[in-house]
């Protein structure tokens, strides 16, 4: 089946533009997240939602930075007036309802994010 | 705060050695414990988990065991290939979020 599909894969934009990153988990995923990762780093946490509402957005680096998630599927999440240091690969992840089920998070390719 | 803390890379090693990439962890209660894999030009995948003390999670040769007295979760394989090169992320969950380690990536020479 379909795993989690980003878009775009590659964006290079100009300092001080916004940009929009998609997510569109697995059908039937109830959980998403997006993470960033930066070279030579790890992944940082930025936000996490179960169906449509964000319990944890702790992970948000700054108020340029949200995210939404509508019909409990596809994710946008918005970094407003892109820095340098927003570069990075952006990744989400889907996991399916259950108990344990954040255990096993399916990750997408990624969007890389290059800021000029 | 919760964190993970793995050895820094890159580790190259020939064909066929033993692979060791540490891992150990900071947390409050008993989280669970991953290795996820991310091969070159693909998405990060899981690798291997364990849910509790002593567990031993195991996949594709790999293994690791949950260490409760000593906060680790050490990743090992006993022969390794060229096709194991990768980065390898260390994780932990607590309550719904993953906290991952920085990654080691790791270069398997034939």
């Known amino acids: 089946g379909a795993g989690v599909s980003q878009s775009p894969s590659n964006k290079v934009t100009e300092k001080g533009k916004d940009v929009e990153l998609r997510c569109d988990p697995i059908?039937?995923?109830?959980?998403l997240y997006w993470y960033r990762q930066s070279l030579g780093q790890g992944l940082e946490f930025l936000i996490y939602f179960q169906g449509n509402s964000a319990p944890d957005k702790s992970g948000l680096p700054s108020d340029r930075f949200s995210a939404e998630r509508t019909g409990g599927s596809v994710s946008t999440l918005t970094i407003q007036r892109t820095q340098q240091e927003d570069s990075a690969v952006y990744l989400c992840?889907?996991?399916?309802?259950?108990?344990?089920?954040?255990?096993?998070?399916?990750f997408g390719p990624g969007t890389r994010l290059t800021v000029l | 705060g919760n964190s993970v803390t793995q050895m820094e890379g890159p580790v190259t090693l020939s064909e066929e050695a033993f692979l060791t990439i540490n891992c150990t962890y900071t947390?409050?209660?008993?989280?669970?414990l991953f290795w996820y894999v991310q091969y070159p030009g693909e998405g990060l995948q899981l690798l291997l988990k364990?849910?509790?003390?002593?567990d031993k999670g195991s996949n594709k040769g790999f293994e690791a065991t949950y260490r409760k007295e000593t906060t680790s979760f050490h990743l090992e394989k006993g022969s390794v290939q060229v096709s194991d090169s990768a980065v390898y992320f260390c994780?932990?969950?607590?309550?719904?979020?993953?906290?991952f380690g920085k990654g080691t990536r790791l270069h398997i020479l034939p």
């Open positions: 364990a849910t509790k003390a002593d």
């Open positions: 992840a889907s996991s399916p309802p259950g108990l344990t089920s954040t255990d096993t998070q399916y």
């Open positions: 059908s039937g995923h109830t959980a």
């Open positions: 947390a409050t209660g008993y989280p669970s």
């Open positions: 994780a932990l969950r607590r309550d719904d979020k993953i906290i």
